[in-house]
């Protein structure tokens, strides 16, 4: 997979197949949306292309609780073996592109023959561009994918924060590309875990973190190329914080003594245990967290 910059269009030869969106989560709803993308492409021999938009884009549209960072999709992409990916910035000035004007810049220097789009698709200024503009403006071909549905729900990015708010974690997991998780570093924390026994890695909070009902999760993190079970707590630690102002994203690895500090760990949200608790010493909250790993223990992740 090769990510395109704006200079590369000027020198593209390929005929392309292409979709476009922020395809957050890259759900069921999104795959069935990808896989017509790559098939077609190759049943034609062309090449697929995705036009995705980097988190700040987000930003601006007042989407910053994005179920998965740039990043992450990206390696979906790849994964899913998506032969182009263009990303825009805010510093494109995409968004002030008239539907004509995004078309010629960016659809007709991708040699586009094909598009590739679910219902709500929309691209330039105040969404003009749109299914029946394409069809009424341009000679491209368009295969219109249908939504995808589950228990009479339209799976969607909206639906999976819905999922993620409820800490209906399983749900939102067979849905998504894959399951849930965070990426980021590892910060320093006040080392309270280690007085009673359970030592954590602090994560930077991210965006996705914020979508996470607040509770203990378990789950499992992937450090060089090994799996660990482990427990993960997301909220404000209420027992030993009383402002309850800043969130955080709290690891206990098990079976793990590294340093992990300033290190970029992955960490995968497999079940919801329980609600966060308020504690009335640290014994108590102790007591609690030991009961919670013996049933991680038991657990096939």
């Not at 549209?61 to 899913?80: A, Q």
């Not at 263009?86 to 592109?97: G, I, R, T």
């Not at 729900?153 to 209906?168: D, F, M, Q, V």
């Not at 875990?193 to 979508?211: D, M």
Request: hydrophobic share 40%.
């Amino acid at each position: 997979m090769k990510i395109l910059d704006l200079k590369d269009l000027n020198n593209l030869k390929d005929n392309c197949v292409v979709t476009l969106g922020f395809f957050d989560g890259i759900h069921l709803g999104h795959q069935a949306i990808l896989s017509a993308l790559v098939n077609n492409a190759k049943s034609l021999n062309y090449k697929s292309v995705v036009i995705t938009f980097s988190d700040d884009v987000l930003n601006l549209f007042k989407m910053n609780n994005n179920i998965m960072l740039l990043e992450d999709k990206l390696d979906c992409f790849e994964k899913l073996r998506i032969d182009y990916v263009l990303v825009l910035s805010p510093l494109d000035n995409f968004m002030s592109l008239s539907a004509k004007e995004f078309v010629d810049t960016y659809l007709e220097k991708l040699n586009t023959k094909l598009l590739i789009c679910g219902s709500d698709f929309s691209f330039a200024k105040n969404k003009e561009g749109n299914i029946k503009y394409i069809k009424n403006n341009t000679n491209y071909e368009i295969i219109e994918i249908d939504d995808v549905f589950i228990e009479n729900n339209k799976i969607s990015s909206t639906y999976i924060r819905k999922l993620l708010n409820e800490g209906n974690i399983v749900k939102a997991n067979q849905l998504l590309f894959k399951p849930f998780s965070l990426k980021s570093k590892v910060i320093s924390g006040k080392e309270i875990g280690r007085t009673i026994g359970f030592k954590t890695a602090n994560l930077l909070v991210t965006n996705p973190s914020k979508l996470l009902k607040h509770g203990v999760y378990f789950g499992s993190v992937l450090h060089d190329n090994i799996h660990y079970k482990a427990m993960i707590n997301v909220g404000f630690n209420p027992t030993v914080n009383n402002q309850l102002v800043d969130l955080k994203v709290e690891v206990h690895i098990l079976d793990f003594n590294d340093d992990l500090y300033g290190k970029i760990i992955n960490v995968s949200f497999l079940s919801f245990h329980r609600n966060e608790m308020k504690f009335d010493s640290l014994k108590e909250l102790k007591i609690q967290l030991d009961k919670d790993l013996n049933i991680l223990k038991k657990m096939d992740i």
